[in-house]
């Protein structure tokens, strides 16, 4: 955070960094994980703690009632009456059953009671009665005073949201997010930036400048939040405007963008949920360059069954029709964490995280293969190519493993008389820096690489992705981690293995410039940067770039400009020179 410079009270600005782009304006939601933790907890222990804290309301009702004016009373009467009402209290309990954390079941309930009896003005007052009690009762879940579940646009202020915490909100609402943390490569932060929602970080000890339900508008761009604005500050922003995607109807683009010089590059995208897929009908982008399996399943108590992960595959084949999709295997741990996985082991970024857990249980990862198989072989284009990715892969046994357990899965589905996939391409993620040391060997035993550069650039300077400081520390395009992936892309070009890059680094047209430079032809980014991107590679002459990098990673880069500038300032001097686009 820069500074906080004071308005006329109570107006403040608060500047802090933008992680997304993009201007929103609605009401704080001060999100205290401390009451959320619920999450983490069975559903016989946040039906528990429901029924203690409308215990403890009944006491304040007990309490008030002895202490209140006699016209008082009979309002808290009813709060008391209702609050004790076994059908309310059931309606919640089935709410926590469908896996809703206790807030979210208490605002469910009073959301239906809306829903179901809007304009009638008897259940307009029981309405309200409702909402009285689903505060009392959030107040003593919390201790304090909180968010109304009113149907307005929320600003989500906290110290930092996981994906999981995230997707409790009402997607409907959430308008923008505010938070204490400042990591990009947060799985948080990469859901908000591909569902467009504007993201300030660094904004430290946030809940002294915010209060619950205070206006904010907040600015994206600039890495801004106006606290309590006033009208002539919210009248020069047009909240309205959203990342819009024209489609381009040159269907000859044929899932392409072609540089200034005439170069083909590839754009394909990562989705996490099948909202992300509407980007597909852009007629330049070629697929799905990685589907993260585990986000849409992140609400749920229990790890989905084949049928329930089935149904999904296949809904996900048919809405991407004759584009491919990669589908990534359970990829779980660090900030993705599921209830009912994480119970026995300790998560750590380091530990038993994605491949390393699965293949540690590999039932869990068979149940996984099964339904993509079975939905490959089901669903409307049973002849395409059914892609699967591993990630954290760290050792060349580790792919043979996951290779023999594929196996093992069509050979099943062939001895049960199932159709099976006519194609099936295996690939690995190049996240562990330990494959690079047997590449060669590595490249044998795959169809085609995706570099994760989230996670391959955390382990390979030894950092943590989610810390903050430490990842402005080190720079994507130094030139450590720049020749390490010109290695990669050189060693599958070599061998004709297939090489995109998933991570966040090639969604921003500065990095991606230079790894067009130094040789990557296949991007996959998030669905929200797909103009940048398009931009970018349209006003970019890449033999410029491909000269620029090549003396950049030179041992004899030329004299001057080794001296003076670093990568990033010299791709950002060419983008100047040749007028590339860079937003
Ligand atoms: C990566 O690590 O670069 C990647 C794309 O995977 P994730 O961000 O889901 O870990
Ligand atoms: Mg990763």
Redesign the pocket.
């Known amino acids: 955070m820069k500074s906080i410079t004071s308005f006329t009270q109570p107006q403040i600005t608060i500047e802090g960094m933008s992680l997304n782009l993009g201007i929103a304006h609605g009401h704080a939601y001060m999100y205290d994980p401390k009451y959320a933790g619920d999450i983490q907890l069975s559903i016989e222990q946040k039906v528990k703690i429901f029924l203690q804290a409308v215990n403890k309301a009944v006491e304040l009702c007990d309490s008030n009632i002895a202490i209140r004016q006699e016209q008082n009373q009979e309002l808290i009467l009813v709060q008391k009456t209702l609050l004790q009402d076994p059908a309310w209290q059931q309606r919640v309990i089935d709410k926590i059953d469908d896996n809703l954390i206790i807030t979210h079941a208490l605002d469910k309930v009073l959301e239906d009671i809306d829903i179901a009896f809007g304009g009638d003005s008897f259940w307009h007052a029981r309405f309200q009665e409702v909402k009285g009690i689903t505060q009392l009762v959030r107040q003593c879940l919390e201790g304090k005073a909180i968010y109304l579940s009113e149907k307005k646009p929320i600003v989500l202020c906290a110290k930092t949201i996981s994906p999981v915490e995230m997707m409790q909100f009402d997607q409907a609402n959430l308008v923008a997010m505010v938070v204490e943390d400042n990591s990009f490569l947060s799985h948080g932060m990469i859901i908000a930036r591909s569902r467009g929602i504007p993201v300030v970080g660094g904004v430290i000890e946030l809940k002294k400048f915010i209060n619950n339900h205070d206006e904010l508008l907040v600015d994206g761009d600039l890495g801004r939040i106006y606290v309590r604005p006033p009208s002539a500050v919210i009248a020069n922003y047009d909240t309205s405007k959203k990342p819009q995607f024209s489609k381009p109807s040159d269907a000859a683009n044929n899932g392409t963008v072609i540089s200034r010089d005439g170069t083909p590059v590839h754009l394909l995208i990562n989705a996490n949920l099948s909202e992300d897929l509407e980007c597909l009908e852009r007629s330049t982008i070629k697929g799905v360059g990685l589907y993260r399996t585990e986000i849409p399943f992140m609400m749920s108590e229990r790890w989905p069954d084949v049928e329930t992960q089935t149904r999904l595959y296949l809904q996900v084949m048919n809405k991407a029709k004759k584009k491919s999709v990669v589908f990534r295997a359970l990829?779980v741990g660090?900030d993705k964490t599921f209830q009912s996985l994480h119970k026995s082991f300790k998560n750590t970024q380091k530990g038993w995280r994605?491949s390393r857990f699965t293949l540690q249980r590999p039932s869990l990862i068979r149940l996984q293969l099964r339904a993509m198989i079975r939905a490959r072989a089901s669903c409307d284009y049973p002849d395409l190519p059914l892609h699967i990715m591993f990630?954290?892969i760290s050792e060349a046994q580790e792919m043979r493993f996951v290779r023999a357990l594929i196996q093992k899965e069509l050979d099943r589905e062939k001895n049960l008389g199932h159709e099976v996939p006519k194609i099936i391409r295996i690939g690995a993620?190049i996240?562990v820096p330990s494959v690079l040391f047997q590449l060669n060997q590595f490249l044998d035993l795959v169809d085609f690489i995706s570099i994760?550069s989230?996670?391959?650039f955390q382990f390979f300077y030894a950092i943590d992705r989610a810390d903050a400081v430490m990842s402005r520390r080190y720079d994507f395009l130094s030139k450590a981690f720049m020749q390490m992936l010109k290695t990669i892309i050189d060693q599958a070009n070599a061998k004709n293995v297939s090489v995109s890059l998933c991570?966040e680094m090639a969604s921003r047209p500065l990095e991606a410039m230079a790894l067009l430079g130094i040789g990557l032809r296949h991007f996959s980014i998030n669905p929200n940067s797909v103009e940048a991107i398009e931009n970018m590679v349209q006003s970019l002459d890449i033999w410029s770039i491909q000269d620029c990098m090549s003396d950049c990673l030179s041992d004899t880069p030329f004299a001057y400009k080794a001296a003076h500038l670093s990568i990033r300032e010299r791709v950002m001097e060419l983008a100047q020179i040749q007028q590339t686009q860079l937003s």
Do not use: Q, T
Request: glycine content about 24%; hydrophobic content about 25%; cysteine-free.
């Open positions: 990829d660090g994605n990630p954290m993620m996240e994760g989230n996670d391959l991570g």
